[in-house]
């Protein structure tokens, strides 16, 4: 068994003094305790025990070109001395604004924020002045950070879910005031007659459909084929706005994220995460009229720390390293992962466990379940997840580091050598479970 006895020490004293020992309720979800962890160099994490992990969480997301990358760690570490927040402009802002907005489809302006969160309030704001509407249509299993606003039916008990055609708004968390499942409509994902239903229920009232385009925390799963399409289109013929979060999937799932991938272009769109390596920055771009709002209506947005110099400085560096070649980073990150994903379904084959690995290449799920693939929500939490977690924590005491629920972040960092090692170490686990 690895030692993990610093760590529960630690964490046994943190507890005194930081809410929970955390800083955000999602790390709650390791055993035996939160971990700590000293250092993080490419693939590996390294814990306060010696315990050295390959680590394919990657901080839920950023850290697509591995941890502490030499080039925007480098790019970070020159702009230390130029200051962090002026509260005011700087050339670094304007050169990032030009460079994404000539990058990424349907986006002519842009506006920084630090957090996916806060971003996803902004853009909520802004299509409620844009179209004078008031509710967000959302779907069931999305996530789109932990706000009143916003934290409704991200992973919902089916019990208080409702039908699967129309289910009931929940709110995700005590403390969160029932008027705002009022201004929310939720939605069934990846089937355009729940969408089209809904709308009819709603009938001009609904200001922005928002989804994860390819569902993510909800478990990995891709739209069905024209399911995108048929959103737009539904959004179009209903005068809402559609806002695609691509917090997780914007930079990973391909330079232009999920929208370029797929061939769809939203309205909103918010980018986090990867767009900045590791550095707290999130992006909200889209049509320049919707974004003039902020000018033309007088829509409030503010952030101390938006546009802050060093964000700005990592996000230009890892753009650098993102789009050489347009995107041959890309390239071999699809290569490693589709390895890695067919290793994986061809080790649980082996050991006669029944398997679906889901998802893309940069972001999957070991899915145990003897049915068809998960396609929403409700059936991607009707998978064993005891099961996934038996795997995880086989996983974790192999050296590999997860999820809960077995899901795979992958990086520019994981090498040819890194997914040996893992597929190696996925088999002896895999076999301890079976
Ligand atoms: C799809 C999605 N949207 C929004 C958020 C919230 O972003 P942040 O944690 O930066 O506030 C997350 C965070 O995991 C996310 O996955």
């Known amino acids: 068994m690895r030692n993990y006895a610093k760590s529960i020490a630690l964490y046994e004293r943190t507890r005194r003094t930081l809410a929970g020992g955390v800083s955000s309720n999602v790390r709650y979800a390791s055993a035996p305790v939160p971990l700590f962890f000293e250092r993080g160099e490419g693939a590996r994490l390294y814990d306060i025990d010696g315990n050295v992990h390959i680590d394919y969480v990657l901080g839920n997301g950023p850290a697509i070109l591995g941890h502490a990358p030499k080039p925007v760690i480098d790019a970070v570490a020159a702009s230390l001395a130029q200051g962090q927040v002026y509260a005011a402009q700087h050339p670094r802002e304007t050169e990032l604004a030009e460079r994404l907005c000539r990058l990424l489809p349907g986006i002519e302006v842009v506006r920084f924020a630090t957090s996916g969160t806060e971003a996803v309030l902004m853009a909520f704001r802004l299509a409620r002045a844009f179209t004078g509407r008031t509710k967000i249509l959302k779907f069931e299993g999305h996530y789109h950070g932990w706000t009143d606003q916003a934290y409704i039916s991200a992973r919902p008990s089916l019990n208080e879910a409702g039908p699967a055609d129309s289910p009931v708004p929940v709110a995700g968390s005590p403390g969160m005031p029932p008027s705002v499942l009022e201004d929310t409509v939720v939605a069934g994902w990846n089937d355009l007659d729940l969408l089209k239903q809904a709308f009819e229920r709603h009938e001009g009232e609904i200001a922005a459909v928002i989804m994860e385009p390819v569902m993510v925390n909800g478990g990995p799963t891709e739209p069905a084929p024209g399911y995108l399409d048929g959103v737009r289109a539904l959004c179009r013929d209903n005068g809402a706005l559609f806002i695609c979060d691509e917090v997780i999937t914007g930079f990973r799932v391909g330079l232009r994220g999920a929208q370029g991938r797929y061939g769809v272009t939203a309205d909103l769109t918010i980018y986090a995460k990867a767009v900045a390596a590791g550095f707290p920055l999130a992006v909200v771009g889209g049509w320049r009229d919707v974004m003039d709002t902020l000018l033309d209506k007088g829509v409030m947005h503010g952030g101390t720390y938006n546009g802050n110099v060093q964000s700005m400085a990592a996000a230009l560096a890892a753009l650098d390293v993102l789009e050489a070649n347009d995107g041959a980073v890309y390239r071999d ?38 049915g068809a693939p998960p396609r929403n929500y409700r059936e991607s939490v009707a998978c064993d997840r005891d099961k996934a977690l038996a795997f995880h924590t086989a996983l974790q005491e192999e050296g590999i580091r997860t999820n809960q629920n077995a899901k795979f972040f992958l990086s520019v960092a994981h090498d040819e050598a890194i997914i040996d090692e893992t597929l190696a170490a996925a088999d002896r686990a895999m076999a301890a479970i079976a």
């Open 333 to 370: 990150l699809e290569a490693r992962g589709t390895r890695l994903m067919q290793g994986l379904a061809a080790i649980a084959e082996k050991h006669k466990m029944p398997v679906k690995v889901q998802g893309l290449p940069a972001i999957f799920q070991v899915y145990f379940t003897e």
